[in-house]
């Protein structure tokens, strides 16, 4: 994986391709560029701007929620949107929205970083944990559900409770966007999961730019402003930044075998022979969307009777079962 120890002593050959400084550099494999620092940092920032204003992510009138985690891409997303927003005429201030699963330590010490970052770059910051809006933390599920001896993986029950709460707790903000980290590795990550479980609905309701008509009112625009940027240059920004962030990756994805471990695995491999990978992926993703959206957006779809939550399934949405189970 890239990291600043890609910035490499100046030598001849080795000068920023922008700015020709001599100083260390940073390889963009993929595009075969030299950067030094400054001109890697505002390449990191132009992207950012740009996919933002190319996909018709942001309105001046929004009101931004940022799912913050506290690890390096949401505390990347949000510095960059302040700084956007800081630009922006009367624009109202971001709020910085956080979840607590309720992992151990990992969530404790997570949220901790997001409340530091949020008093440093003066953001108003809510928090929501697992135990007090649903009654049970994640490690809470985990433990009842091992007693029940029928066995989940504990990323199926928080990914649903997490997307559900961070597009609850946003409307109740008067939220009219919410704004989320993932990166193009994170993105590409997904598509591949979806292309093995021949998710096709998926995909097509995949949503990458606000001008695509919403299916209905019940979510958020969601919007992924670092989605053009691989996950290694995102991390390598975040250093260099010297943004306080948390690094350790959530024991869960450790210690079981989800596939989704193995999907990146396997784009860490072939990326090192094809850095390109993942653009072509996300090229791919944007493509097929389009090609399916007509015919998957709202085939199929039902309406959840407890939530009024839109559902492929025929009466109740996956988050209300989920509910349902764990009470
Ligand atoms: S890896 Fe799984 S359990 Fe851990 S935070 Fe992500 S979705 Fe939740
Ligand atoms: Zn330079
Ligand atoms: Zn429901």
């Known amino acids: 994986m890239n990291g600043p120890e890609d910035f490499e002593p100046f030598s001849e050959k080795r000068k920023c391709s922008l700015c020709n400084t001599k100083a260390f550099v940073y390889r963009r494999r993929h595009s075969g ?12 920032e132009k992207i950012i701007y740009k996919t933002i204003s190319k996909f018709n992510m942001l309105k001046p009138e929004d009101k931004i929620i940022i799912g913050l985690s506290g690890g390096k891409d949401s505390i990347a997303l949000l510095y960059n949107l302040k700084k956007i927003q800081n ?6 201030p971001l709020i910085a929205l956080s979840i607590d699963e309720g992992i151990n ?22 928090i929501i944990s ?16 091992k007693n029940k001896g029928d066995f989940r993986f504990p990323c199926n029950y928080c990914a649903t409770i997490k997307r559900r709460l961070l597009n609850d707790i946003g409307k109740e903000l008067n939220g009219t966007v919410l704004a989320l980290g993932h990166n193009l590795t994170d993105i590409s990550e997904t598509y591949l999961m979806n292309i ?38 995102v991390e390598l920004y975040a250093k260099l930044k010297q943004f306080d962030y948390y690094k350790p990756v959530c024991p869960n994805r450790k210690n079981f075998p989800i596939l989704r471990r193995k999907v990146l695995e396997f784009l860490q491999n072939i990326k090192q022979q094809s850095p390109e990978i993942e653009f072509n992926l996300f090229k791919g993703c944007l493509r ?13 779809l039902n309406f959840c009777v407890e939530c009024g939550y839109p559902t492929s399934n025929p009466l109740k949405c996956e988050y209300c079962k989920l509910l349902k189970e764990i009470k």
């Not at 630009?87 to 109202?92: D, L």
């Not at 330590?105 to 910051?125: G, L, T």
């Not at 097929?288 to 199929?300: G, H, P, V």
């Open 33 to 44: 560029q030299y950067f030094c620092k400054k001109c890697f940092i505002e390449s990191i």
């Open 87 to 92: 630009k922006t005429y009367n624009s109202k």
């Open 105 to 126: 330590h990992y969530s404790k010490q997570r949220i901790q970083k997001a409340i530091n970052i949020c008093k440093e770059f003066d953001i108003s910051h809510k």
């Open 130 to 145: 697992f135990k007090k809006y649903i009654g049970k933390s994640l490690d809470d599920i985990v433990e009842w559900q």
């Open 196 to 233: 093995l479980y021949n998710r096709l609905p998926l995909i097509a309701r995949t949503n990458f730019s606000r001008k695509n008509s919403k299916l209905n009112d019940a979510y958020l625009d969601r919007i992924f402003p670092l989605m053009r940027i691989p996950e290694d240059e």
């Open 288 to 300: 097929f969307t389009s090609i399916l959206s007509e015919e998957y957006r709202s085939k199929n």
